[in-house]
Nanobody, 115 residues
Framework: QVQLVESGGGLAQPGGSLRLSCGAS????????MGWYRQAPGKQRELVAS???????EYADSVKGRFATSRDSAKNTLYLRMNSLKPEDTAVYYC?????????WGQGTQVTVSS
């Protein structure tokens, strides 16, 4: 079993920044890959960013150069730094891991980008 808890969402203005956190209930070295997904109203959930146990990162084209994901192993926490936010970044953001063949999701955190 793995519990994931996201935090850090909220309201940001276009061009602003937010940092999301995802705390895990076990060592993040338990996971080969950790990911951030988002789901906007009426749209499918999409992968935003991922990071492997080796530290390799990948990003959706829509967020490349604006978002950065990182980990803190001492805190068992995954982060998503979001800069230059756009209204189209508005969504519920979820972190995700796969552990022993099962996918686990956090409860999500709302990000709203609006002036």
């Amino acid at each position: 079993q793995v519990q994931l808890v996201e935090s850090g969402g909220g309201l940001a203005q276009p061009g602003g920044s937010l940092r999301l956190s995802c705390g895990a209930s076990r060592s993040i070295f338990s996971f080969n890959v950790m990911g951030w997904y988002r789901q906007a109203p009426g749209k499918q959930r999409e992968l935003v960013a991922s990071i492997t146990s080796g530290g390799n990162t990948e990003y959706a084209d829509s967020v490349k150069g604006r978002f950065a994901t990182s980990r803190d192993s001492a805190k068992n926490t995954l982060y998503l730094r979001m800069n230059s936010l756009k209204p189209e970044d508005t969504a519920v953001y979820y972190c995700n891991v796969r552990f022993l063949g099962t996918f686990y999701w956090g409860q999500g955190t709302q990000v709203t980008v609006s002036s």
